[in-house]
């Protein structure tokens, strides 16, 4: 018997977060990409939020598993208990096939795809389909993409950045960098490890990237700190130090860098006339390092292009795919090679 109910769902696959759609009620659910389970005998024992909360605070009898890392679906059947989890979790009744479309980084195989359509099938999906989330995300975010005219957005998640210019329904040009959120965390991470000796964990580099963190930080700014505590790497004990904002500027501009330059690829493959649009109606961030604080300015300025966040950063994927999902019929030649 399906677990599902008849309904059309939107779904947001992320290297850090899950995020459903649900026809006629929005978003309905929103939870870390994660499990944890028992290392000697792989039993899972928590999932989404419960198992992040699991995270520094267990022996090493429990592991923390992300089955997504860097865009890239690393375990297809913890990936697939995972879905089933989230799933039975919104409540839905247990009758019905319902049709879903899943948003993916630009760089997912064929042969991805296919596994993921499978595993959603075995779930008892009706009919699915896989999308660029830079797509959906566009869709998400009402632009215009089935005019032909030039738009571009850039979606930077957790996993991954995608970059797509789009116009008449179609990706003109694309790029996926495999740097994102994660990576600035890691950044972070390690300038405050070489620099002050103090190793801190992924949750205190996300609060610092959060608190502190400026992609357009100058030296002639007034300067913000914070205290963190981590631990010590000579002591081995606890260790209370102050970070400083240009500290943190440093570690996040390597980034920011290959953002740019990714962003300047895809311009330069896109046709003048797209390009023109693009220039009169600007450039579109969404995702959750688009929300690093001034980021647009730095891009805008980098770049020459208006650059403009959008309504819903952290949803627009989600949304776009259950807009999809409502015309998922006109697409039935790519839908019906995954009906079970």
Known sequence: MSIFSKQRMGIDLGTAQTIIYLENKGIVLREPTVLARKTDNQEIV????????????????????????????????LTKELLAYFIKKMAIRRIGRPEVVIG?????SKVERKALVDA???????????????????????LAIYE????????????????????????IANQTLMVAGQQMNDNIISYIRERTNVLIG???????????????????????????????????????????????????????????????????HTPPELSADI???????CGGGALLNRLPERLQTEIGVPVNLVDNPLDVV???AGELVKRIHDYASLAERYQA
């Open 202 to 268: 992924q949750q205190t580099a996300e609060r610092i990237k959060q608190e502190l963190g400026n992609a357009y930080y100058q030296n002639q700014e007034i300067e913000q700190t914070m205290i963190i505590s981590g631990q010590g790497l000579a002591s081995g004990i606890p260790a209370e130090i102050e970070v400083k904002e240009s500290l943190i500027a440093s570690a996040l501009d390597e980034i920011i860098h290959q953002v740019v330059l990714a962003m300047k690829e895809v311009l330069s």
């Open 148 to 171: 032909p005219r030039g738009h571009m957005i850039v979606d930077i998640g957790a996993g991954t950045t995608d970059i797509a210019s789009i116009s008449y329904g179609e990706i």
């Open 104 to 108: 993916a980084p630009g760089q997912i």
């Open 46 to 77: 928590a999932f989404g939020k419960e198992a992040q909360d699991l995270l520094g605070r267990t022996s090493d009898k429990i592991e923390l598993v992300h089955p997504i890392q860097n865009g890239t679906i690393h375990s297809f059947s």
């Open 318 to 320: 989600a949304i776009g």
């Open 120 to 142: 959603l099938r075995e779930l008892g999906v009706h009919r699915a389909m896989i999308v660029d989330e830079t797509f959906a995300a566009a869709l998400g975010a009402n």
């Open 279 to 285: 220039f009169a109606e600007g450039i579109y961030l």
